[in-house]
């Protein structure tokens, strides 16, 4: 029999599930942080503009950071919590000494394309253990980063 948590989900497929959204949050946490960065060392003729962007976007991560973190407790696991876990982790690195706005939105660019992948692969996998409220979650972040990402690209051309 297998055993199930406080919502109803599988124990062991919601371990597996949470190790994915820790993987997630990992790469969350390292993009909110160069972003932050960007924020603060943006210089240029563009610089109003992408200040301003920048605080949005950072703004954002932050928001999803704690979804993330809160949705992994509520499939009965616990989110990391550690900048050595979350380094070791995430598949997006450290961008440090960053100022031209174009090599900015570049790595954002980056970093949206590999949240997005990732999310895709934890929406299977939420779909396929039925947790609609994780599937939820990531079909509404890769949804409005699939516009994001988009944008930005034309904002590159």
């Not at 109803?8 to 993009?31: C, H, P, V």
């Not at 003729?45 to 949005?56: D, I, M, S």
């Not at 616990?78 to 000494?97: C, F, G, M, R, W």
């Not at 660019?109 to 039925?130: F, H, T």
């Amino acid at each position: 029999m297998q055993q199930l948590n406080v919502i109803g989900l599988g124990k062991a497929d919601t371990e597996k599930l949470a190790g994915k959204l820790n993987q997630l949050l990992s790469n969350y946490q390292i993009f909110y942080m160069n972003v932050r960065g960007f924020h603060w060392n943006i210089r240029g003729e563009r610089f109003f503009e992408l200040h301003v962007k920048f605080e949005e976007t950072y703004n954002d991560l932050l928001m999803k950071i704690d979804e993330i973190a809160e949705r992994i407790l509520t499939l009965g696991q616990q989110p990391q919590h550690t900048y050595t876990n979350y380094l070791d982790n995430s598949s997006i690195k450290e961008v440090a000494d960053v100022h031209d706005g174009r090599a900015c939105v570049e790595s954002i660019l980056q970093s949206y394309q590999v949240v997005i992948k990732l999310q895709r692969e934890i929406l299977s996998a939420a779909n396929d253990i039925d947790d609609e409220g994780t599937a939820s979650l990531m079909g509404d972040y890769i949804t409005e980063q699939e516009k994001t990402a988009w944008m930005l690209t034309s904002y590159l051309k």
